[in-house]
């Protein structure tokens, strides 16, 4: 069973680098309905500071790796996903720093952190048509499963497979924050781009995490 190591979080990073890079495109294209298109540019940053920190000197813990991670994309600009995203890997490293996890318990523990962190820092709620509508189930199911002691190999499918589905489901979805708030129920038709992001990093990492067994 492959854990959540320092390694295999590099590899799930690459993973996930690699979709978004793949699909930054489609990002702007969603980005172009409500927005100003420039969903895809700012994931490409991200994903490029993601990179940077990767390329360095490797981090001795997963903590460090989490918050090198996450400090990176706080950084960046162009609306509200680079802080959240970097929140959400700043808190899993401070839950980290409270207790290092021993078994899938305290794995999902780390991740309903981070997922917490996010929340604290938006008053976005499932439904909205926010990265919220993927990240929350991909965050549930994902703790869902660990506690079920799936693999994490296991764990990260089913938890790709429900951020997808709740990306899928935004385009059903009015938006109720960012720019696209503004053409109301013209919203409705196409994917939130920020839970497209979303549903894109997980299949990353489980791809990244599968290469990497």
Not at 4 to 30: K, P, Q
Not at 62 to 86: C, Q, R, S
Not at 170 to 181: D, P, S, V
């Amino acid at each position: 069973m492959v854990s959540f190591t320092t390694s295999s979080w590099i590899a799930m990073f690459r993973g996930a680098i690699d979709e978004i890079r793949g699909h930054h495109s489609l990002l702007s294209e969603l980005d172009s309905v409500g927005g100003d298109g420039d969903h895809g540019t700012t994931m490409n940053r991200a994903m490029a500071s993601i990179e940077k920190v990767l390329d360095a000197a490797a981090p001795q813990t997963v903590e460090k790796l989490l918050n090198d991670v996450g400090w990176a994309i706080l950084g960046v600009d162009g609306g509200a996903i680079g802080p959240l995203l970097g929140m959400f890997f700043v808190s899993m490293a401070a839950k980290l720093q409270e207790k290092t996890p021993v078994d899938n318990l305290d794995w999902a523990a780390v991740f309903k952190a981070g997922l917490a962190g996010v929340r604290e820092q938006t008053q976005a709620q499932p439904g909205d048509k926010t990265l919220i509508d993927a990240l929350l189930p991909a965050v549930d199911t994902l703790a869902e499963k660990l506690m079920d002691s799936l693999s994490p190999e296991e764990a990260l499918h089913s938890s790709a497979v429900a951020a997808a589905e709740g990306a899928e489901q935004t385009a059903t979805m009015q938006a109720r924050f960012g720019r696209a708030k503004h053409i109301k129920e013209k919203s409705i038709g196409s994917r939130d781009p920020g839970a497209t992001s979303v549903a894109l990093l997980f299949r990353g990492f489980e791809k990244g995490l599968k290469d990497h067994a």
